[in-house]
Structure formats: C-alpha cells, structure tokens
C-alpha cells in the first residue's frame, strides 16, 4: 500500500463519523480509531503501525513490545530567537512526513547550518519516509536563517524546515 493511499484512508476516516477503521491487506494492518484530538492509529500484535494525526508513518513492530501511543514530537522546534516575518524569508517545508536528518550519515558535516549559503538545488536535509531516504534540495537562492527542526524529528508534510533570506 502506497502513502498516499493511507493518507486518503485517514483523511476520509477523519472527516466521517466511523469511530474505528480496520484494513487487512497481505499479511499489513492498519487500525484507525478516532479520538478528540485526531485519528491515531494504533498497531495489531506482529503487524506494521500506522501513526498518524493528518499524516503518516509506517513502522514494524515486534510483537514482545507494549505498543506505545503516536509520538508529539512533530511539532516544530521552537526558535531560539524569534525571527521578523516580515523579513519576507522563504520556507523550506517538508514535502513529506517522515524523520529529519541535516547530514548524509551520523558521522557527517550537516549539509546545511545557519549562515550557509544555498542555490536552489542544493541539498538541505533528508527526510526519511517508509525506509526511503529523500533529500530535500532548497527551492531557491540565498542564505539559511534559521533550521526549524532538531536532527531526527518527526516531520509532517508541509511542515516548515528552514527559513531561508532570498538573494
């Protein structure tokens, strides 16, 4: 099953009165259950997870572990200095949900930090969706302001990454 197909599933669970929502499909289940802050969806014994709140991500889940409830962890870091919005800054947003990562690997320089220079295919990040690895390129010409988000963060699509001042 593809994400954009549970994300559909989700979007259409959300905005109909259906409590619970159960989908079996080759050996892979997916359990929705509403609640009043959001659909999360909560994994079956020996089974892929799906958790999501507008969004989703597919992990396995051994069957010993206790299943633990979606992660809050998708909201934006919260900036260190607050930065003028009128500053007209061009976002660089998560075109994807996944997990941020600023380098190639664990023992590598961030693509990216505050001051750098970036052309409009520059590679800025990665976010990690499904075991997928997709590298985020900057959108435009100018200078990183301020990174949104701490290394190996859940992000939601559409979430901003990067404040970028355009050349």
Same mark, same amino acid.
């Given at each position: !099953? ?12 959300? =905005? ?10 080759? #050996? ?8 009043? &802050?959001?659909?999360?969806? @909560? ?17 396995? /889940? ?14 934006? &870091?919260?900036? &260190?200095?607050?930065?003028?919005? =009128? ?8 075109? !994807?949900?996944? /997990? ?10 961030? @693509? ?5 220079? +970036?052309? &409009? ?8 969706? !499904? ?10 010409? #100018?200078?990183? +302001?301020?990174? $949104?988000?701490?290394?190996? =963060?859940?992000?939601?699509?559409? =979430?901003? $990454? ?6």
């Amino acid at each position: !099953m593809k994400v954009q197909e549970i994300r559909e599933i989700i979007k259409l669970v959300d =905005q109909s009165n259906i409590g619970e929502f159960v989908y079996e499909n080759e #050996g892979t289940k997916i359990l929705l259950k509403k609640t009043e &802050a959001g659909t999360v969806a @909560y994994p079956a014994p020996a089974q892929e997870v799906v958790q999501a709140k507008a969004a989703v991500e597919v992990t396995p /889940t051994p069957a010993a572990q206790p299943v633990a409830k979606a992660p809050e962890a998708a909201t934006p &870091a919260t900036p &260190a200095t607050p930065i003028n919005e =009128q500053e007209n800054l061009h976002k660089i947003t998560s075109p !994807m949900v996944g /997990t941020f990562y600023q380098s190639p690997s664990p023992d590598a320089d961030a @693509y990216v930090k505050v001051g750098s220079k +970036v052309t &409009a295919d520059k590679i800025v990040c990665i976010v990690e969706a !499904m075991k997928l690895f997709n590298e985020i390129e900057a959108e435009v010409n #100018g200078e990183i +302001v301020e990174v $949104l988000v701490k290394e190996g =963060q859940l992000v939601e699509y559409g =979430q901003p $990454l990067f404040l970028v001042k355009p050349e």
